[in-house]
């Protein structure tokens, strides 16, 4: 194939080096013009927090070296707190709050800002470091002052351990408890889910540290058909104790029950025996706990039998007036003291439930005795001890109405307002710090 000569390329002319049309540069971004770079910041020092906790054996020293801070540093800080503690020591597990810092120069020995230690809560002791490197040692008393709080809860299972489920103390549990057994029968009023009430006076440091977890004021408890109140309040020139709102004293000549327990297994008359097979009378009333509840004396008396008793196992019978005397059987343990001769106060704990004896499994035996025969124990009527009369009466009803509005408003427990806490302020440092890093819990080696 012979392919044809192609038209020859036109001459080039004037007109080719005219100016071009302007570029369209829609969508493209132009790069900056540089700029000279300024000079690089030194490195900052980084101030963060750190709790240490005192194991046995060590010493505020000690644990300082464990974190590589200066010797000659932390000599000036133990011997410093040693003079704020004099001849306190601190126990073991006892938590130093630290405000470190790291320096660049020296990265593997930080600095100690402050040491702050608060073996009670209305006392802390402080060191702190000064710009020229020396420290200063300060003791800090916080004012302790009364608030009421309330806890809430419903019954599940024994009524002092639901309480302290919900945050009572278990002190004021047992007194609310022994208030109540007065007028509730626990075996036929005490039932699971019923809601109760107990307003606390705790003792407060003024950053908001609780130092006494509250004593009872009044308590509450939402039976099936009533509620059952009971108030703390000492009359002019008498002893204190618990009334109900009306002003009646809660306190009678006996228990209606000697525990806090809600089952029944055996009424008192005629029974089949459970281990011998034959009707008997049962003298008594049967009660079923766990092992190891509490068993109270259901009045003020004498301990007049306390020991092995044949089939009734452990047992303890006490007389509280020449015609009036009650027993306790198939306890595991007797209380404290007790024993032949000693008196006893109503609501002391004189054994713990258990199943001595001929017992088919853990349960308190109960008697009571009036002239030498046994009666039924829950058909006794018992006399009250007194009201609130005379100038107390007025008194007394403005305080119950201030306790019964609490019930429903006075903050909860653990939920109460709290002032911010303050750590201690670390003296001023040359080197300005970075934002500080989360604290962190640790445990001296």
Same mark, same amino acid.
């Given at each position: 194939m012979i392919l044809a000569d192609s038209q020859p390329a036109p001459p080039v002319t004037a007109a080719d080096y005219t100016k071009a049309a302007p570029l369209d540069l829609r969508g493209f971004q132009m790069k900056p013009a540089e700029t000279p770079t300024a000079d690089a910041e030194p490195p900052a020092s980084d101030i963060y927090e750190l709790t240490l906790r005192l194991e046995k054996g060590d010493t505020v020293e000690k644990m300082l070296a464990d974190i590589d801070v200066a010797e000659a540093e932390r000599k000036q800080i133990a011997e410093k707190l040693r003079s704020l503690l004099k001849k306190r020591k601190l126990a073991v597990g006892e938590t130093i709050d630290l405000t470190m810092q790291t320096i660049p120069e020296q990265p593997d020995a930080p600095r100690v800002l402050a040491l702050s230690v608060r073996p009670q809560p209305e006392r802390e002791y402080i060191v702190s470091r000064n710009e020229d490197g020396t420290y200063d040692a300060e003791e800090?008393? !916080?004012?302790?002052?009364?608030?009421?709080? =309330?806890?809430? &809860?419903?019954?599940?299972?024994? +009524? #002092?351990?639901?309480?302290? %489920? /919900?945050?009572?103390?278990? /002190? /004021?549990?047992?007194? *609310?408890? =022994? /208030? +109540?057994? !007065?007028?509730?029968? *626990?075996?036929?009023?005490? %039932? #699971?889910?019923? %809601? *109760?009430?107990? +307003? +606390?006076? #705790?003792?407060?440091?003024?950053?908001?540290?609780?130092?006494?977890? &509250? =004593?009872l004021l009044a308590g509450e408890l939402r039976l099936m058909k009533r509620t059952a109140v009971v108030i703390r309040y000492r009359p002019q020139g008498g002893a204190e104790g618990f009334f109900n709102p009306q002003g009646e004293s809660v306190v009678r000549s006996f228990l209606r029950t000697p525990m806090d327990a809600s089952r029944i297994t055996s009424r008192f008359g005629m029974r089949e025996h459970p281990i011998l097979g034959f009707s008997a009378l049962h003298a008594g009333v049967d009660f079923a706990a766990p092992s190891g509840t509490p068993i109270l004396a259901a009045g003020t008396g004498k301990v007049v039998a306390a020991g092995p008793n044949g089939g009734y196992g452990l047992y303890v019978k006490l007389q509280h007036t020449q015609d009036v005397a009650t027993a306790y059987a198939h306890l595991s343990r007797f209380g404290p003291g007790i024993k032949p001769g000693v008196s006893v106060r109503q609501g002391q704990v004189i054994g713990f439930v258990g199943s001595t004896g001929m017992s088919t499994g853990p349960h308190l035996h109960y008697e009571f005795l009036k002239g030498g025969k046994h009666v039924n124990p829950l058909t006794q009527k018992f006399a009250m001890r007194g009201t609130v009369g005379g100038k107390d009466a007025a008194r007394f009803q403005a305080l119950a109405k201030q306790y019964l509005a609490q019930f429903r408003n006075a903050p909860v427990a653990g939920e109460a307002e709290k002032p911010a806490e303050s750590k201690p302020a670390p003296k001023k440092s040359a080197q300005a710090p970075k934002e500080p890093a989360p604290s962190q819990i640790a445990k001296s080696n």
């Open positions: 800090k008393v !916080y004012k302790v002052s009364p608030r009421i709080v =309330r806890v809430e &809860g419903e019954r599940d299972g024994s +009524l #002092q351990q639901s309480g302290i %489920k /919900a945050g009572a103390p278990s /002190a /004021a549990m047992v007194e *609310f408890i =022994r /208030a +109540l057994s !007065y007028d509730v029968d *626990f075996q036929r009023e005490l %039932k #699971q889910g019923q %809601k *109760f009430t107990v +307003l +606390l006076e #705790q003792l407060v440091t003024s950053d908001g540290k609780v130092t006494h977890p &509250g =004593r």
